[in-house]
């Protein structure tokens, strides 16, 4: 009889429990509480059926939490790919009023690529990082602060990804007004990522002198290249197989001088690493490890180039939309060799890593090619390669992560290379020994390096 008395108590606290829970969640979600908050369960006389629904709820709270916090993470240099969804709702509690848009994209190849698979990747990035964008200081849902458009974009989030992305889906211009130098040796980088079976060109110009008054850009609806000099590169990716059309074409003065178009396979993927380096009047694109142009004559000489912007001239349909981020612009001509052999260090923002991990991301090979390349023809030579990460997330963790990125390297060159390990040792210094200002994108970027010591 005692027992049957418990269940029946147990059975009814829990349906007034259930209702309780229910009625509070319902309260929560009409007052835009996030998930997460904790649900306090309704107490019944049974001391015992109210420790026991207790514990239900608290361990599904845990439950909550723990898959909440696996989901997040500290980034630290690079992003991971994944099979990405675009999403213009902001986690941040100072918009609880926002909705959510949810896009899914075609899938990305997830799996970890070996180093080489570049192995004809010889892109390095410039020596400088002039500027970096990752959208951080933009919140979602809105345009960036530093750019300008004569029609609207806004700030996204995708699955699987570390970083604010750009979301492009409306024709019109849009340019960083951060950038208003290109200088005669520089490179450009951005991650593409992209959603649609037939989406227009997506277009990326380098320009002269603006449009306006004291050689500013003017934005508006009769933009045009009259009396401009410039390089406009085109990417339709997915318009044919799997693959897509890339065009290029420069002009002079207003006119047009050269008309080049390609086709190139991107593996069905839904992300590309697009790369530009442009030395004086030559120029190569590289889409992901691929060299789909070298142009010796690309930019008309005697120009000088401040003007940097991309552009669609095409309706979207609904489910079609571009996402760009990770923009990093650098300038100079790294000499690998006089740096290491004569000045005694070698810097280098360009062996890059997986997020969190000391795994060596595959377009990393070129430098790394580079610097092997200076130790093969000199044989006698001993180096110390050391880690550096910025200031973002625990010191001890960075210090630790700076060590493990070292000697990724020095087993890289070892084991891709055939340098002996002898000739090499490791360090890590993590975020303690900054050469740029970690209050800013770009000083991230140029803290966030490895550096080769002359031993």
Not at 207 to 224: C, E, W
Not at 301 to 321: A, H, R, V
Request: hydrophobic share 30%.
């Amino acid at each position: 009889m005692k027992t049957f008395i418990f269940l029946a108590a147990l059975f009814f606290s829990c349906g007034l429990s259930a209702q309780k829970t229910s009625d509070i969640l319902k309260q929560q979600a009409g007052e835009g509480v996030k998930e997460g908050a904790s649900i306090a369960t309704q107490k019944t006389a049974d001391k015992i059926t109210d420790k026991v629904l207790d514990k239900l709820f608290s361990k599904k709270s845990k439950n909550k939490q723990t898959n909440q916090s696996s989901s997040s993470a500290v980034p630290n240099n690079t992003t991971a790919q994944a099979s990405p969804s675009v999403s213009n709702s902001s986690n941040s509690s100072s918009n609880n009023n926002s909705t959510s848009n949810s896009t899914s994209f075609s899938s990305v190849n997830t799996n970890q690529e070996p180093i080489t698979t570049y192995s004809k990747y010889d892109f390095v990035p410039g020596e400088k990082v002039l500027a970096y964008e990752d959208f951080s200081q933009d919140a979602i849902g809105e345009f960036p602060l530093k750019w300008n458009t004569n029609s609207g974009a806004e700030i996204v989030t995708a699955s699987g990804e570390t970083r604010n992305w750009l979301m492009l889906n409306k024709k019109g211009l849009f340019m960083p007004e951060f950038i208003n130098n290109l200088p005669d040796n520089f490179t450009l980088e951005f991650d593409l990522i992209y959603s649609g079976s037939n989406l227009p060109f997506l277009q990326l110009l380098f320009l002269s002198a603006g449009n306006g008054k004291d050689g500013k850009q003017v934005l508006n609806a009769d933009f045009s290249y009259n009396k401009r000099s410039g390089v406009n590169l085109g990417l339709q990716p997915i318009k044919r197989d799997n693959g897509g059309i890339s065009n290029i074409y420069n002009f002079q003065d207003g006119e047009k001088v050269m008309n080049n178009q390609i086709e190139f396979e991107n593996n069905g993927n839904s992300k590309i690493k697009v790369s530009i380096w442009r030395q004086k009047e030559r120029l190569r694109v590289y889409l992901d490890q691929n060299k789909v142009y070298d142009l010796p004559k690309a930019f008309p000489e005697g120009k000088t180039y401040n003007t940097m912007m991309y552009q669609i001239w095409s309706d979207f349909l609904p489910e079609e939309k571009y996402l760009i981020g990770n923009i990093k612009l650098a300038v100079g001509n790294p000499d690998t060799r006089n740096k290491l052999l004569t000045e005694g260090k070698f810097s280098t923002t360009g062996i890059l890593f997986d997020v969190n991990s000391a795994s060596i991301k595959p377009e990393s090979y070129g430098t790394l090619k580079e610097i092997a390349s200076v130790l093969k023809d000199n044989p006698n030579v001993k180096v110390k390669i050391v880690g550096h990460t910025d200031s973002d997330g625990n010191a001890d963790y960075n210090l630790k992560l700076s060590k493990q990125r070292a000697d990724a390297v020095k087993d890289a060159l070892t084991s891709e290379f055939g340098l002996v390990s002898s000739r090499m040792t490791s360090d890590g210094k993590g975020a303690s020994e900054p050469i740029a200002d970690n209050k800013t994108p770009e000083g991230k970027a140029q803290n966030r390096r490895v550096e080769f010591v002359k031993q």
